[in-house]
């Protein structure tokens, strides 16, 4: 049986789950058909105590014993704080939401300390822009369905007038060496290569399972708000003579900015260890049900943090690949590379005490670390340097911020009315979505005043040429 099907008779993800499929053969082969071994699953499901003795399912019945009497025992000490552990909040005039969703996190009883960024929107679990420290726990919600999301720029050597004089060239080689939307992938004989795809898959048998999947969308970009884009980079002026904060001449530069992430892989993994999490915490109240933690002690939780970081190195890779195949096409050398994760959980220091660190749409901005933060399809984005702000756990928004859901934009807007605004600022959208119009998401220099305590902008990224998935493809961001 596959693990889907367990999973709605009521067994829970994890070890339970593949000790009952293992059990279901060994019924097979003892005589009971398929309809007999369903009601016999669900029905130790619902009783395991009743059925400890059972003379194929017993072992099944005992673990989910186990596991209900630890999630017992479990609910005393973990509910929720009456009192939410501290957070901070940048930016005015945020969805109530999004705070409320934060407020929530901060209930939880493994929940250290918290902060809110200026992008801030309403998410699953943790609001995007949430940033979250807890204690020797991994929320997998609060990490994100697209596992690993990251930001990818390179500067090439190419002039920037190319963006005007030969546009087909660069739209031709973006239309041929990546794809884009759910599903998007590569044929078996023209798949990427990368040192990621030699890695152990195998450190959980979900990944293990994964691994040609991931392979056949390796340098690929999914849905939604993911991107690949042309634009030009202008670095700031640096104090005094004028010098670039940025190991760059004090000009203008042709520069490709790609978001996406760990794709099918990733979002499989996380919703596998949500499950699971959830399966091991029914006394969470239903507003923090989908913040339910592995702990790191356990093999759940170190399954989990494994796959996390596998997907992690993938993200990379996919990004990697895109920029690479991109620069071989137009015969360019990179004249710088940047790059970040923001929807991961790090092991950092903060308060003199070791804790997780969720940022699930935000990005990291310790003393000195470099980050990119887009706005949208037609409005600038910012290289920035971080300055290792205490109070925001070394943290800073990812990007504009959505003002709006999908729905409401899809109901809102047309592209007649968002055409004459892209080409106002000279920029050519070769596909997208309509939810993806520059006016559902918030103003970017507002949300970059209000956080100039967690960044400093070290040069400006404005989108020329951009291509996201076409229009009518389900967001998965």
């Not at 809102?412 to 000279?426: D, F, I, N, Q, S």
Request: glycine share 8%.
């Amino acid at each position: 049986m596959k693990a889907r099907q367990l999973e709605k008779l009521g067994l829970p993800p994890g070890r339970a789950l593949k000790l009952a499929k293992w059990l279901a053969v060994e019924a097979r082969r003892q005589g009971m058909d398929h309809v007999q071994i369903k009601m016999r699953l669900a029905a130790i499901a619902a009783d395991p105590e009743a059925h400890r003795d059972d003379p194929v399912f017993g072992d099944l019945a005992r673990q989910l014993a186990q596991l209900k009497q630890q999630a017992a025992n479990a609910a005393g000490a973990a509910a929720p704080r009456s009192e939410p552990a501290p957070w901070k909040q940048w930016g005015r005039d945020l969805d109530p939401a999004s705070v409320q969703q934060m407020e929530n996190a901060c209930r939880l009883p493994v929940s250290v300390r918290g902060a809110l960024m200026p992008d801030a929107h309403v998410g699953y679990g943790l609001p995007i822009g949430g940033v979250l420290a807890t204690d020797h726990a991994v929320i997998p919600y609060a990490v994100g369905v697209d596992i690993a999301c990251r930001m990818k720029l390179t500067v090439l050597d190419l002039p920037p007038d190319l963006l005007t004089r030969q546009p087909d060239r660069l739209i031709r080689a973006l239309e041929e060496e990546t794809r884009f939307g759910m599903g998007a992938q590569f044929d078996p004989h023209h798949r990427r290569q990368h040192p990621v795809m030699d890695e152990d898959w195998s450190v959980t048998s979900l990944t293990q399972h994964l691994k040609d999947k991931a392979w056949a969308q390796l340098g690929t970009s999914g849905s939604g708000n993911h991107f690949v884009e042309y634009g030009l980079l202008t670095p700031a002026p640096g104090k005094g003579e004028g010098t670039p904060l940025l190991p760059l001449e004090n000009r203008p530069y042709l520069a490709l900015l790609s978001h996406s992430g760990s794709r099918g892989a990733g979002a499989q993994v996380a919703g596998h260890y949500s499950r699971l999490a959830s399966a091991l915490h029914p006394e969470l109240p239903r507003e923090l049900q989908h913040l339910a933690w592995l702990d790191l002690a356990t093999p759940e939780g170190q399954e989990y943090w494994q796959a996390m970081q596998l997907m992690g190195r993938y993200a990379a890779a996919n990004h990697a690949c895109i920029h690479r195949a991109l620069a071989r096409r137009l015969g360019a050398q990179v004249l710088l590379d940047l790059e970040n994760h923001h929807n991961f959980a790090w092991e950092e220091e903060h308060d003199g005490r070791r804790v997780i660190v969720h940022r699930k749409g935000a990005t990291p901005a310790g003393v000195g670390v470099l980050g990119i933060i887009p706005g949208s399809m037609a409005s600038p984005g910012y290289i920035v340097r971080g300055r290792g702000n205490a109070a925001a756990l070394n943290s800073a928004a990812h990007g504009a911020g959505r003002v709006m859901s999908r729905t409401q934009a899809r109901n809102t807007y047309r592209w007649a009315t968002v055409r004459p605004v892209l080409e106002e600022r000279g920029v050519k959208l070769l596909s997208a979505g309509i939810d993806e119009a520059p006016m559902v998401y918030k103003n970017i220099d507002e949300v970059m005043a209000a956080q100039q305590d967690l960044v400093e902008p070290l040069a400006r990224f404005d989108p020329r040429i951009v291509k996201m998935a076409p229009e009518g493809e389900k967001a998965e961001d």
